[in-house]
């Protein structure tokens, strides 16, 4: 898994809208770049709820919002628009990005993982726990409380 003072990997990989991402085009902003296992699930749909509700406040504070699953880009479509989610969500469905960042379960599914990027992308921070609320509380704990 990629570890705290590494810098994140550059990728690219489709949308929901299946338009090319590549991480990269985001440099020089902080990044909140989470993977979760499984779109419109239950612990999945708290987590993007959760940053949604709270997205504003991040890109008051110059920080985007990345969200990536194993899933089709046709899944994350249908999730983005159930739930409005403003930021982009990344169709992995190879699990090509999964893989780099070591965060790939033998189930063949992502484990949850937020991963916190400064500017230069380098790693400052990083979440692995199942249960969605750690990663929104540690982001709003980074990003928004910080002086």
Same mark, same amino acid.
Do not use: W
């Given at each position: 898994?990629?570890?705290?003072?590494?810098?994140?990997?550059?990728?690219?990989?489709?949308?929901?809208?299946?338009?090319?991402?590549?991480?990269?085009?985001?440099?020089? %902003?902080? @990044?909140?770049?989470?993977? !979760?296992?499984? +779109?419109?699930?239950?612990?999945?749909?708290?987590?993007?709820? #959760?940053?949604?509700?709270? !997205?504003?406040?991040?890109? +008051?504070?110059?920080?985007?919002?990345?969200?990536?699953?194993?899933?089709?880009?046709?899944?994350? *479509?249908?999730?983005?628009? %159930?739930? #409005?989610?403003?930021?982009?969500?990344?169709?992995?469905?190879?699990?090509?990005? +999964? %893989?780099? !960042?070591? @965060?790939?379960?033998?189930?063949? @599914?992502?484990?949850?993982?937020?991963?916190?990027?400064?500017?230069? *992308?380098?790693?400052?921070?990083?979440?692995?726990?199942?249960?969605? %609320?750690? *990663?929104?509380?540690?982001?709003?704990?980074?990003?928004?409380? +910080?002086?």
């Amino acid at each position: 898994m990629v570890a705290v003072g590494e810098v994140a990997p550059d990728f690219e990989a489709p949308l929901a809208d299946g338009k090319s991402f590549r991480l990269g085009t985001l440099k020089g %902003k902080p @990044v909140i770049l989470y993977f !979760y296992p499984k +779109a419109d699930t239950p612990g999945c749909t708290i987590e993007a709820q #959760g940053f949604r509700d709270r !997205y504003a406040e991040f890109r +008051a504070k110059g920080v985007e919002i990345v969200g990536v699953s194993v899933d089709t880009t046709a899944d994350q *479509h249908r999730f983005q628009e %159930k739930y #409005g989610l403003p930021f982009p969500l990344v169709a992995d469905a190879g699990a090509t990005v +999964a %893989k780099r !960042y070591g @965060v790939l379960l033998p189930q063949g @599914v992502a484990n949850r993982v937020t991963f916190f990027l400064d500017p230069e *992308h380098r790693v400052v921070d990083r979440v692995e726990d199942r249960s969605p %609320k750690p *990663h929104l509380d540690r982001a709003v704990e980074r990003f928004l409380r +910080a002086g």
